[in-house]
T-cell receptor, first 114, second 111 residues
Framework: GAGVSQSPSNKVTEKGKDVELRCDPISGHTALYWYRQSLGQGLEFLIYFQGNSAPDKSGLPSDRFSAERTGGSVSTLTIQRTQQEDSAVYLC????????????FGSGTRLTVV | SQQGEEDPQALSIQEGENATMNCSYKTSINNLQWYRQNSGRGLVHLILIRSNEREKHSGRLRVTLDTSKKSSSLLITASRAADTASYFCATAQGGSEKLVFGKGTKLTVNP
């Protein structure tokens, strides 16, 4: 597609429920990144996929968070047993080949855990 | 961990004035990038400067990089109300292509 697409744009969920956030990167971009941004804060790195390499999961805050990227394209970030502190905007970005070129970000998913 | 730290945290200026934002970082980098964010959603890539470059221009944007001081500055000349946004610096550290972002500078340009 023309840009990075994220869905849903907004998600309200009850504490303890599982959620899935989707990211559809730019076609042909081999690198995909997930970040989260709490209100008024900077971006916190979560996970990075590059081609067929093992993902860099070093930013995932707990084992309730997981992500996969199927077929080198669409990625899903899953949060199990959501907590109120998970409330944030989850941003996905892709880049052509992960060699330090600029990222293209999606518009994010605003997750609210009530 | 936080790599880039922007300064100031907030900046308010009048339309037509120049805006300067600074970024400091801690470790060696491959490149440094500046992004803009409106309304707390997606970020837009503005400019990238590599570690062997000292200055770069793009339209009304001027970025400098001083690797000896581990700092960068973003200058927006002749600001417009539409430049109102948060601006983030991000660094790609040696050996990794993931970007580490600072907390940003919130710029307000008053008409």
């Amino acid at each position: 597609g023309a840009g990075v697409s994220q869905s849903p744009s907004n998600k309200v969920t009850e504490k303890g429920k599982d959620v899935e956030l989707r990211c559809d990167p730019i076609s042909g971009h081999t690198a995909l990144y997930w970040y989260r941004q709490s209100l008024g804060q900077g971006l916190e790195f979560l996970i990075y996929f590059q081609g067929n390499s093992a993902p860099d999961k070093s930013g995932l805050p707990s084992d309730r968070f997981s992500a996969e990227r199927t077929g080198g394209s669409v990625s899903t970030l899953t949060i199990q047993r959501t907590q109120q502190e998970d409330s944030a905007v989850y941003l996905c970005a892709s880049s052509l080949d992960g060699t330090g070129t600029g990222y293209t970000f999606g518009s994010g998913t605003r997750l609210t855990v009530v | 961990s936080q790599q880039g730290e922007e300064d100031p945290q907030a900046l308010s200026i009048q339309e037509g004035e120049n805006a300067t934002m600074n970024c400091s970082y801690k470790t060696s980098i491959n490149n440094l990038q500046w992004y803009r964010q409106n309304s707390g959603r997606g970020l837009v890539h503005l400019i990238l400067i590599r570690s062997n470059e000292r200055e770069k221009h793009s339209g009304r944007l001027r970025v400098t990089l001083d690797t000896s001081k581990k700092s960068s500055s973003l200058l927006i000349t002749a600001s417009r109300a539409a430049d109102t946004a948060s601006y983030f610096c991000a660094t790609a550290q040696g050996g990794s292509e993931k970007l580490v972002f600072g907390k940003g500078t919130k710029l307000t340009v008053n008409p």
